[in-house]
């Protein structure tokens, strides 16, 4: 459905933050996009969604496909119009509308009446806590409430692929859970999912696949399961190996590992 085949991106004309990045998210699938912060993923984010000019990016190399049609150089709202819906990083709501107004807001490419209606009736059944609350002011809901409206605009749009930018940041646990669980429930109504997440654990638990991203390029790929074994990814994503104080970066830990292993 998604295919981002060997992007560059550069910002400014000078800076290089996409190196040749490419993923696929196929029809009905969570594929989960993991890396640390600075690593390229709201990038990518953005080369998908068309929404790099706004910050003096470009692609420089490589493509961008979605239903098998290539739409690189497509302007965002057309590309909403395809079907790809966005949730960006930190639960940008209209605070001071209701909940209602927030996904009358979210609905602006669906112009056709049917489809709006539907899609509205979808989000209450899929959030029943936003149903009960859709008179209240966005900016007094919880913040697990928040992202639950910043997901449910999106959903507005009717889309067939969501790309959702660290949905968990900032939640506590128990309410990460219950992104998790809505994620995997708007997955289930036959939306694909693209989830970025520094939350390795989190993400890989609901995926079908996962990308884990460094320095603008994928070092690792392959089934979650697979991932979450890894010895590298466990020590630098999951923290399982003590090892607390500065954070190395992933490469730093595979080459320590491979020293280790010289010098043993
Ligand atoms: N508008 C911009 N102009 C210049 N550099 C940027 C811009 N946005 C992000 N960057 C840089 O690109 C790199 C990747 O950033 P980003 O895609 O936000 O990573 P992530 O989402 O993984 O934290 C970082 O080094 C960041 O400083
Ligand atoms: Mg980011």
Excluded: C
């Excluded at 067939?160 to 809505?182: C, F, H, M, Y």
């Amino acid at each position: 459905m998604l295919e981002v085949a060997n992007l560059e991106v550069v910002y400014n004309d000078v800076v290089l933050v996409l190196r040749g990045i490419s993923l696929e998210v196929p029809d009905g699938s969570i594929v989960a996009l993991l890396g640390a912060n600075g690593a390229g993923k709201t990038t990518t984010l953005r080369a998908i969604g068309g929404l790099l000019d706004v910050h003096e990016g470009d692609v420089t190399k490589g493509h961008v496909t979605f239903d098998g049609a290539d739409i690189t150089e497509l302007d965002p709202s057309d590309r909403v119009k395809l079907g790809i819906s966005q949730v960006l990083e930190g639960r940008r709501i209209f605070g001071e509308l209701t909940v209602d107004e927030n996904l009358a807001a979210g609905a602006y490419v669906n112009r056709d009446r049917k489809a709006t209606s539907a899609a509205y009736d979808q989000v209450m059944t899929l959030f029943p806590r936003l149903a009960e609350r859709r008179k209240a002011t966005a900016g007094y809901l919880s913040g697990g409430e928040q992202q639950m409206l910043a997901i449910g605009r999106a959903l507005m749009q009717s889309p067939k692929l969501l790309v959702l930018d660290e949905p968990s940041l900032g939640l506590a646990p128990l309410l990460v859970q219950q992104v998790r669980d809505i994620i995997v429930d708007v997955n289930k109504a036959g939306v694909s999912i693209l989830l970025i997440e520094q939350n390795a654990n989190m993400a890989l638990s609901i995926a079908d696949y996962g990308y884990i991203m460094e320095t603008g390029k994928v070092v690792m790929d392959g089934d979650p399961q697979k991932l979450l074994k890894d010895e590298d990814v466990q020590e630098f994503y999951l923290g399982l190996h003590g090892d607390e104080g500065e954070r190395k970066s992933f490469r730093d830990v595979k080459h320590y590992k491979r020293r280790k292993r010289w010098l043993s």
